[in-house]
């Protein structure tokens, strides 16, 4: 896609509410940083975690896959996220995702290692700021205090009605990363939007 | 909610799982070698025990992973988990059960010393005698000495100079029952009305009998009001209503009435995480706060009341302490003090919900981003309930007036509101308490005429009260009131079971003290058994399997000093087993008290009566209503309330519930303790639905699932057609068209030139791995694996019991790589069917199924002129048949986006799908429209879909099917494999069952008059004259449209023997009408397919 992308701009699942987030971050006064981080590039990578490939993989791209559930491991600019026992959601910077679905099959070799472009199935939201937790915790179930859901933490859970992968970033005040299936992130958008009346 | 323990992720709540049915069922090697009968056993039966089950879950809305649990069936407990392929574990023993009160004595054991606290003083006068020192160690506002009635606190004859926690300086005015009044800023709307002197405030549900202000609490039967302004809401009790400025409120007989309008204030929730709830923040709660508090643990301490201090408020006692605890608990970090917030709800694993009434005080001056009110989803590592305990009242002739009220709910309206609810009291108990409470009203100014006392040696307590000059009665009781309308006016007494020797006193007030039930509503809730206690007459708090103590009178226990003393245990505990250090808390000193005397239970007071003894004053039932009961033959109080409906008012019987069982059990002559209680249930109190429903209402009420093109749709004037949680293009009306006329235009452009439509929501599974093939072979009835890399074949999914599930395309992407599609509502469903086969059967496969449905948008593009617009559109793709044939795909460049075409048809035209990135799709949209302007293409949603897919017959899985069809039912034996060994479902198709010739088939009907419309549902019927009832049924239309290609109506239908009628008429019941149809081979339109390749 990249030599279309020149001509034929990217439209993210959020671009339409783009104004509204930047809204209440600003009338929040700092409590709440609300924002769409489009077009990150998302691999869905199963394999064998204790099977040759998933060294291999580690290798090539100087980043181990976390094996303990719910966490993450971040190096350089790739996050890999648990999301199962053989199952992982690499996530990068926009337009990496061929470049490093080649780097993990050529690691993988002939081992089994499913690889799957999943960059388009969710959005990310960025939700930080002094109230991110309060924010989040009128409709996530988990607890996310700090000494439960510190950074490199994170799980797939439900906020509002419906799924969501939740990453807690590197410091408690980089807030979380809310990644939303590109269907439900308008829904998604809004009743964040709603939750964050108090606060903005 | 339940918490399941995942084995890879840990305990989550239960809505994050499914629901798998029992473990340890593998399927049947070899299927084809059972019986019919071994086969329905595997299909059909599963064990259904009580006590430990294994049975299979699915962790769906987190890691997807299949496991094994074995839950105790009776318990709900989930006694251990295991991972998928793993040996079932021996059972593990239940949680013990432990006792809910370590800190409590043995059963009935009386206690006659008073326990000091911890570095008292002790030996100090009680309070509530006129010249002797105040009970409290410091100078709460409450208390004090004897004050004169206040005649000019703005006209409330009725206000106490001094006393009360109110703030004097923020008068409020408020309107009940059309009569405008005064009150101050903490007043609640009955300690108003008290205060003007009003107590009389409505009549009773059945019998329209005078009531008045009967308590101070949520325990309040009588006084239920309706607000008016600023919003309606109904059936409040006015001494939970927290008074505001401008506030119009009415008496209620009886119903509330709902508001007509939408609610317009916001109400949300919160989920809460703490290692200590501590439900409850009067002596016990605060001591146990106060113990935990420093802690480092995380604590949530949650009271009804505006302010801490629970019923500490009502005696206007250790109030310095309170304060200084609500200070300690403020500056605590980790502690959260949550006022006017009740726990309504103790379920499963410590879950337990609150609502919290933020800005209901403000009335009208509340904010508008401030939720009105909020639901807490508190998960709690302990619990502590100190809930306190309710008076409870005494059946006695005409209990009922207006004027009669329970002892201590008077302490507290001169305590907390500073108003006295009468001038001339008299005082009816069985119990010490009510001394206490006298005493204190006495040095507030209340004139307490006489204490009738049905035990015979009242003694320490009693003689205090005739020191301070009040006559005791002891061993005697009331036996009936007088009054009028609006209060009581005088009070009879006997000795206790005589009908001679009755006195007659002038009150104003008769104050009642049956004893005191704890309320244990939460812990019983949660699972915890309550037993009798001989001391109180009362059950309390016993064993419970949850992780959750009881404290202070809520655990029966009642003396001051030990409440406090078990409160700060029991905090101190909870932490301690959480791992954090608590310290000793300072407690306030309690000065000695009176030796105590035993309590005398009495429920109904004895003596001939022919006026009414009201057991229920909010459901108007009486001893005799209860004596009915029993006459009648019921034996258990479950029975004689849904008999009586005693305690299903909306009070649930706070006041009533424990007086109907001794009723009850006096009744039969037998023993309260071998009676029991009802059960308690959530919630507590009520709760609105508004507060319930949070923000998942309006637009935010179910989620909107949209497309990447959505908003083409809707600027193009769509209307939407709700297909599971998407939000799919119904029809594109065009200057006032309705939908027939819409359809039938899109319909024709489509069948005649090219329409396109935004298929995106077809649910989309990459399947990855080696084995794919075999993979996609065992769940489809047809052959994956010969499919050729670059084609297309469609498949149908059964369930093992051979009916339809799903269907959809496939693409073989690579050797070892598809793209299953299928149906819109369904694709998560048939993700987690592929996950449970792959986990839990065939964990040898190396496959994977990854969702990739929001990967790709899809725009179907239809009709005879559509190779034109493709070819229009992708310079580089050779369009033609023979380049590019149907059921083959293509990976080219559209409109200079890079795609994904797919040669298939749902509606026998020449067709194609292009696939490309959501983050392009709106751009791909809008060149297809713009390429297809010259052939008039036309957009087209949902409904033309559907009429040109029925044309041709093609069913929808769902709509058409309904989980009793099979393929073969559907005409489509071609696509059910004879050369595959097993797939999913196969054996179910040799069943007996499955292969009578008078199944249902699809079929097509045309009714004999083209115009006219058979409602889907519709059944079918042999005869053009009904036969009496039963009428044998047919079948039932499942699909009925208007055809623009047909020129005329035409339906499906699922028919027995339906291929075998064709060209017969059967008669379809339509209103009054029977309507003669035609039944018709299921392809009604190009039967011989000539429009697919264009």
């Not at chain 2, 839950?71 to 079932?88: C, M, Q």
Request: with cysteine.
């Amino acid at each position: 896609m990249a030599e279309t992308a020149l001509t034929v701009p990217l439209r993210s699942p959020l671009s339409q509410v783009t104004d509204r987030l930047a809204t209440a971050t600003r009338t929040s006064g700092g409590a709440i940083r609300l924002a769409e981080l489009p077009f990150l590039a998302q691999l869905n990578v199963r394999l064998d975690a204790k099977g040759a490939a998933a060294e291999a993989v580690g290798l090539a791209l100087d980043l181990q896959l976390p094996l303990q559930p719910n966490t993450a491991v971040r190096a350089g600019e790739l996050t890999a996220l648990w999301l199962g026992p053989d199952e992982w959601l690499l996530v990068g910077p926009p337009g990496s995702e061929r470049d490093l679905e080649d780097r993990i099959r050529e690691a993988a070799g002939d081992e089994h290692v499913s690889v799957t472009d999943v960059s388009a199935q969710r959005t990310t939201l960025l939700v930080t700021g002094p109230r991110a937790h309060d924010l989040l915790a009128h409709g996530c179930p988990l607890d996310l205090h700090p000494r439960a859901f510190g950074s490199g933490r994170c799980a797939q859970t439900t906020l509002g009605r419906t799924q969501v992968v939740l990453v807690a970033r590197d410091e408690p005040r980089a807030g979380f990363w809310v990644l939303v299936r590109s269907s439900f992130a308008g829904y998604l958008a809004d009743w964040l939007l709603d939750a964050a009346t108090e606060y903005v | 909610m339940l918490l399941i323990p995942c084995p890879w992720c840990g305990p989550r709540d239960e809505a994050e799982f499914h629901y798998g049915g029992q473990a340890h069922v593998p399927y049947p090697e070899d299927p084809a070698s059972l019986s019919d009968e071994e086969w329905a056993r595997y299909l059909f039966f599963r064990d259904n025990p009580k006590g430990p089950f294994a049975e299979r879950w699915s962790h769906a809305a987190g890691c997807r992973r299949w496991f094994n649990a074995v839950r105790d069936t009776s318990t709900n407990e989930v006694l251990a988990v295991y991972r998928s392929g793993e040996e079932r574990p021996a059972t593990p023993e239940p949680r013990p059960v432990f006792s809910a009160r370590p800190g409590v004595p043995p059963l009935g054991e009386f206690e006659d010393e008073a326990v000091q606290a911890e570095g008292g003083p002790g030996g100090a006068a009680p309070s509530g005698v006129e010249g002797a020192e105040p009970l409290q160690d410091g100078t709460g506002r409450g208390g004090g000495g004897a004050a004169p009635i206040s005649g000019s606190a703005a006209g409330q004859p009725f206000r106490h100079a001094t006393r009360g926690r109110i703030d004097r300086d923020t008068p409020l005015t408020f309107t009940f029952d059309g009569t405008e009044y005064r009150g101050f800023r903490g007043d609640t709307l009955a300690s108003a009305l008290l205060a003007n002197g009003v107590i009389h405030t409505g009549t009773s549900i059945k019998l329209g009998r005078p009531r008045g202000i009967f308590s101070a609490g949520v325990e309040e039967p009588n006084a239920v009001i309706q607000i008016e302004e600023p919003f309606p809401e109904p059936m409040l009790p006015a001494t939970t209503v927290e008074l505001y400025d401008g506030l119009v409120a009415t008496s209620l007989p009886g119903q509330g009435r709902l508001a007509t309008s939408p609610d317009p204030a916001r109400y949300d929730a919160v989920h809460a995480h703490c290692d200590l709830l501590i439900v409850g923040a009067g002596p016990a709660g605060l001591a146990a706060a106060a113990a935990a508090a420093r802690s480092g643990a995380r604590v949530i301490l949650a009271d009804d009341q505006p302010e801490p201090g629970g019923s500490l408020l009502g005696t206007a006692e250790h109030l310095d302490w309170v304060q200084d605890v609500t200070r300690q608990l403020d500056a605590a970090p980790e502690v959260r003090v949550l006022p006017r917030t009740t726990v309504f709800g103790y379920y499963d694993d410590n879950h337990l919900l609150a609502v919290e009434r933020r800005t209901n005080h403000l009335g009208a001056a509340a904010s508008e981003n401030v939720s009105r009110e909020r639901v807490w989803r508190i998960r709690a590592r302990r619990v502590v309930l100190a809930t306190g305990a309710h008076e409870r009242s005494l059946a006695f002739a005409d209990n009922d007036r207006p004027g009669v009220m329970l002892a201590s709910s008077a302490r507290t309206h001169v305590n907390r509101h500073g108003v006295l609810p009468g001038r001339h009291a008299v005082v009816f108990t069985t119990n010490d308490s009510a001394y206490a409470a006298a005493l204190d009203l006495a040095s507030a100014g209340l004139a307490i005429t006489a204490i009738v006392d049905t035990r015979p040696e009242p003694g320490e307590w009693a003689d205090r009260a005739r020191a301070a000059g009040i006559e005791v009665l002891p061993g005697h009781a009331v036996t009936g009131t007088e009054g009028g309308d609006d209060r009581l006016t005088a009070v009879t007494v006997a000795p206790y079971g005589e009908s001679a020797g009755q006195r007659q006193f002038a009150a104003d007030l008769l104050l009642v003290s049956g004893g005191w039930n704890p309320v244990a509503h939460l812990f019983s809730q949660s699972g915890g058994k309550l037993r009798y206690d001989e001391t109180l007459g009362s059950f309390v708090p016993d064993t419970c399997r949850q992780q959750v103590e009881v404290a202070g009178s809520a655990s029966g226990v009642m003396d001051p000093a030990t409440v406090l003393a078990q409160g700060a245990a029991a905090g101190a505990r909870a932490v301690e087993a959480e791992g954090y250090t608590p310290e000793t808390p300072r407690l306030p000193a309690v000065p000695a008290q009176p030796r105590p005397t035993p309590p005398m239970h009495v429920y109904v007071v004895p003596g001939d009566t022919d006026a009414p003894r009201f057991v229920d004053l909010q459901r108007d039932v009486t001893v005799d209503d209860l004596a009915r009961a029993t006459g009648a033959g019921l034996r258990s109080v479950e029975h004689t309330k849904r008999y009586t409906t005693a305690g299903t008012a909306n009070d649930q019987g706070k006041t009533s519930g424990v007086l109907a069982s001794g009723v009850v059990a006096e009744l039969l002559g037998v023993d309260i303790s071998a009676l029991g209680t009802t059960t308690f249930r959530p919630p507590y109190t009520p709760v609105s639905f508004a507060a319930l429903a949070g923000r998942d209402r309006g637009a935010l009420s179910d989620p909107v699932r949209t497309t990447a093109i959505h908003e083409w749709h809707v600027a193009h004037g769509a209307l939407f057609e709700n297909v599971g949680q998407w939000k799919r293009p119904w029809y594109y009306p065009q200057d006032g068209e309705d939908m027939e006329a819409a359809v039938l235009r899109e319909c024709r452009a489509t069948r005649e030139s090219v329409g396109f439509m935004d298929a995106s929501t077809l649910g989309k599974i990459d399947v990855q791995g080696p084995d794919a093939g075999v993979f996609l072979d065992r769940l489809y009835t047809n052959m994956m694996s010969t499919l050729k890399v670059g084609m297309i074949r469609y498949g149908v999914m059964c369930r093992p019991d051979g009916m339809v599930f799903d269907d959809g395309t496939v693409i073989r992407v690579a050797q070892d790589r598809f793209l299953v599609t299928t149906t819109t509502g369904n694709a998560a469903t048939v993700l987690d069917w592929m996950e449970e086969w792959l986990q839990t059967e065939w964990p040898e496969l190396k496959v994977h199924c990854t969702s990739v449905t929001e990967q790709w948008a899809t725009v179907a593009l239809v009709g005879p002129k559509s190779r034109e617009v493709l070819g229009s559109l992708a310079p580089r793709l050779a369009v033609a048949n023979d380049d590019f044939p149907f059921m083959a795909w293509r990976e080219t460049t559209v409109a200079g986006i890079a795609a994904r075409v797919c040669r298939i048809s749902f509606s026998g035209e020449l067709a194609y799908e292009i696939n490309v990135s959501p983050w392009q799709a709106l751009a791909l949209w809008e060149a297809v429209y713009e390429a297809g302007a010259p052939y008039g293409i036309t957009p087209y949603g949902t409904e033309t879909m559907h009429v040109l897919r029925a044309e041709k017959g093609y069913p929808i899985i769902g709509q058409d099917t309904d989980g009793t069809v099979t393929p073969q039912d559907l005409g489509m034996s071609w696509v059910v494999s004879k050369k595959k060994p097993d797939f999913i479902g196969k054996r179910s198709h040799a069943r007996a069952d499955t292969t009578r010739p008078d199944r249902k088939h699809l079929v097509g009907l045309l009714p004999e008059d083209p115009g006219t419309f058979l409602p889907e549902g519709t059944h079918l019927v042999a005869d053009g004259v009904l036969p009496s009832p039963p009428v044998p049924m047919l079948g039932h239309v499942t699909s009925s449209y208007r055809s623009a290609a047909l020129g005329r109506t035409f339906a499906l239908a699922l028919i027995k023997g339906g291929r075998d009628r064709i060209g017969e008429r059967l008669y379809a019941p339509v209103g009054d009408q029977l309507v003669p149809v035609t039944v018709a081979g299921p392809v009604l339109y190009d039967p011989e397919g000539a429009r697919r390749d264009g």
